[in-house]
């Protein structure tokens, strides 16, 4: 979900921007618009599973909920979109579930919001689901060319936006070859051993086992950030197996954890050390204004654009080189970097894989939880 500062002045600029601001091609789904005053400026963009919507009593329910959302968007009109794979207004399964889901829909909204206008688009064209005129709307609809040639589009592209196939490309991460990710196994033992070391001998030499996990992660960063500052060609990671096996290991400690989440957040300073390196205690202060400034409308901050590319980009090789069905902490940081930049869509599936591997991973939990309550990241819920 997010919000967006771009008008649209007619249908078709609304259906070629929505691809863009999910980051994927929807299919069987419903997409609900928030249209904010004073101008119909697009504002939450929601999807849920076409056929939930249609269902006889899950749908109301689920309508109801995204109608709710909407008005706490500060909605004063919606717009539903259905991707159906064939044209509704034909007799059939299709016609049946999008008639539906229009009408659970438009039901929950009709106090609230007024009429909602509903259109629908198939792999093959688009139209409005209330229109019989064959001139207007033909059968199968417009052609979807329509919508690659609209100013909305050609700004999408020109700011460099682009749009996956489907929804589980957005969390795809290709696993490393194999001889990477065997180098990168054999670093993480031995840290892993080191920590165990450390945890045995307590006091300095378990908070500077910490403090070298946090190093290696704010290595690994600025070696991103030089190379996309010179241009460099980032499509394979040029982080070693020495930095990438230390994070992953040093990841799974709670506190390096928290001291990574925490170097996410601009104007920390040198925050992440003294956490791992003091008592539990005595950064806490800090530390919860960190988690404050991205999800406290009072006090939010958007994530900066460089940096979280460089945070992704590393976490992203922590999780293409690492033990495969034991990366919870890079997943779930990698979750919460998509949801703080309003991507919930990746949000969601970075934490189902997050929690199919450990079910009982506490931050994915609660950041699960925040999913599916539809809570925005504080910088969407600054006031205007």
């Known amino acids: 979900m997010d919000t967006t500062t771009i008008r649209v002045s007619e249908p078709r600029e609304m259906l070629a921007y929505l691809p863009h601001q999910l980051g994927f091609r929807p299919s069987h789904s419903a997409v609900a618009v928030s249209l904010r005053p004073p101008r119909g400026r697009i504002g939450l963009v929601a999807r849920v599973d ?12 689920l309508a109801r909920g995204l109608v709710s959302h909407l008005v706490a968007d500060r909605a004063s009109g919606a717009v539903l979109v259905l991707y159906t794979q064939d ?9 049946t579930v999008a008639r539906a889901a229009a009408e659970h829909f438009r039901e929950a909204a009709h106090t609230l919001l007024g009429e909602v206008v ?21 059968r199968g609809g417009r052609p979807l060319r329509d919508l690659e040639s609209t100013a909305v589009g050609a ?8 749009v996956a196939d489907c929804r589980e490309d957005l969390a795809r991460i290709r696993p ?3 001889n990477a990710r065997r180098s990168v196994s054999r670093v993480a033992v031995r ?3 080191r920590a165990d070391e450390a945890q045995r001998d307590g006091g300095d030499a378990l908070r500077a086992w910490r403090e070298q996990s946090v190093t290696a992660w704010r290595a690994a960063v600025e070696v991103e950030l030089a190379s996309s500052a010179t241009g460099a060609a980032v499509a394979s990671a040029p982080l070693g197996p020495s930095a990438l096996g230390k994070i992953e290991a040093g990841l799974e400690d709670r506190r390096v954890r928290d001291g990574v989440l925490v170097t996410l957040v601009p104007g920390t300073r040198d925050l992440a050390e003294r956490s791992v390196r003091d008592d539990a205690t005595a950064a806490s202060s800090e530390m ?6 991205i999800i406290d409308p009072r006090c939010a901050v958007e994530p900066p654009v460089a940096e979280t590319a460089a945070h992704v980009r590393v976490l992203e090789s922590v999780v293409a080189h690492g033990r495969r069905g034991a990366q919870p902490p890079a997943l779930t940081l990698l979750a919460l970097l998509a949801w703080w930049q309003g991507d919930g869509a ?6 189902e894989r997050a929690l199919a591997e450990d079910p009982a991973y506490t931050l994915a939990q609660l950041l699960d939880a925040t999913l599916a309550a539809a809570v925005p990241p504080g910088w969407i819920s600054r006031p205007l």
């Not at 044209?87 to 016609?95: A, H, L, Q, V």
């Not at 509903?118 to 033909?138: F, K, S």
């Not at 700004?155 to 682009?162: D, I, P, Q, R, Y």
């Open 191 to 193: 840290w892993r051993a």
């Open 87 to 95: 044209d509704p207004r034909d007799p059939g399964p299709t016609r």
């Open 176 to 178: 490393a070859p194999g």
């Open 118 to 138: 509903v259109w629908v688009v198939t792999p093959h064209g688009y139209l409005a689901l209330d229109c019989d005129d064959r001139e207007c709307c033909p």
């Open 288 to 293: 919860a204004d960190a988690v404050g400034a």
């Open 155 to 162: 700004h999408m592209v020109l700011a460099g936006s682009s």
């Open 50 to 61: 076409l056929p939930d919507l249609a269902d006889v009593e899950r749908g109301p329910q």
């Open 346 to 351: 990746r949000a969601r599936l970075l934490l």
